[in-house]
């Protein structure tokens, strides 16, 4: 059978082209480390590909979240060893009152108190690296306490702190329908701590005096400040229950980082393979792919080669 010369130049071009073709396509995958360059390559594996980057994206996305809630946990947790310890401290002051001591030790444990009750007021109004107060609820950019000046006369003097942010609870997506709670609000920390301590330090101060008359007094007429066992009592009682609040919470702080800590491993571990199932799939053998190149582009030279020779010949070189 005769070939023709248009049949023979039509063939050797395409090969040609085709050979053209699949090089740039292997440069192309090579440069990408990509197996796949187009769903068309391989319809089947490009969905199990498409299936596995969604699945890496959104563990990749809790993974975040679950490091956001374990820095804010973190910051709660620090800040509630910090009250708790506040606490102790001040509660051995005053088991130290006595409605007989004398007046130069009434002085100096009323001092101490209100060093307590200023040290727990900054820690109450706590932020975190971000310039948010952590108990302020919804409104993390408002300072959660705010002094209130006391009325000379008034039925409401012991508000001498007042809370500034919401009761909102912040809750972080750690899994897939599994969520955490981030923080607590001011109220659920310290309920009446401020409160209990200006009181029993308002009765050490005007123990002894007219209250009505006494400067250092804030609350009604016709208040009684004896200063008697029963008012330490009632203070301490506050105390303990500010105490056990502030345990509660901090233990519930202590599991949920319990809860993210756990969620993390589990998240960490299911992304890693996701990673490797989407490499296995989409993974290219850079050797072997190096070597077909080579050998695609050593054919191709050849090919051009015989073509130009045999495209540049006539009849009359060989008579």
Do not use: H, W
Not at 124 to 142: E, H, L, P, R, V
Request: proline fraction near 2%; glycine fraction near 6%; hydrophobic fraction near 40%.
């Amino acid at each position: 059978m005769r070939i023709g010369s248009l049949t023979f130049y039509e063939s050797s071009l395409l090969g040609m082209q085709q050979q053209q073709s699949n090089i740039s396509r292997l440069s192309q995958q090579i440069s990408t480390n990509q197996r796949m360059l187009q769903p068309s390559d391989d319809p089947v594996d490009a969905v199990r590909a498409l299936s596995l980057s969604d699945s890496v994206a959104q563990r990749s996305q809790f993974i975040e979240n679950q490091l956001k809630a374990e820095i804010t946990l973190k910051y709660e947790k620090a800040t509630l060893d910090e009250i708790n310890q506040a606490m102790l401290d001040v509660r051995q002051i005053m088991v130290q009152l006595s409605p007989s001591m004398d007046n130069a030790s009434r002085v100096n444990l009323s001092s101490q108190i209100g060093a307590a009750f200023n040290r727990l007021y900054a820690l109450a109004n706590t932020q975190d690296s971000d310039g948010n107060y952590i108990f302020s609820g919804d409104k993390a950019k408002t300072q959660t306490y705010a002094t209130v000046t006391p009325v000379g006369v008034g039925p409401n003097y012991t508000k001498v702190v007042g809370f500034q942010g919401t009761q909102g609870i912040n809750t972080v997506t750690i899994e897939a329908g599994r969520t955490v709670q981030v923080n607590d609000a001011g109220p659920a920390v310290f309920g009446n701590i401020f409160e209990t301590l200006y009181n029993i330090k308002q009765i050490v101060d005007v123990s002894g005096s007219d209250p009505e008359s006494d400067a250092n007094f804030a609350g009604d007429v016709g208040d009684s400040f004896n200063f008697t066992q029963a008012d330490i009592t009632t203070a301490l009682n506050g105390l303990d229950s500010a105490i056990q609040r502030v345990s509660v919470v901090s233990n519930r702080v202590v599991g949920a980082l319990i809860d993210v800590g756990s969620a993390k491993t589990t998240t960490t571990s299911y992304l890693n393979l996701d990673k490797d199932s989407l490499s296995d799939i989409n993974g290219l053998d850079q050797a072997a792919a190096i070597i077909e190149l080579q050998s695609r582009q050593t054919s191709l030279e050849a090919a051009q080669r015989a073509f130009a020779r045999v495209s540049g010949s006539n009849l009359f070189d060989f008579l």
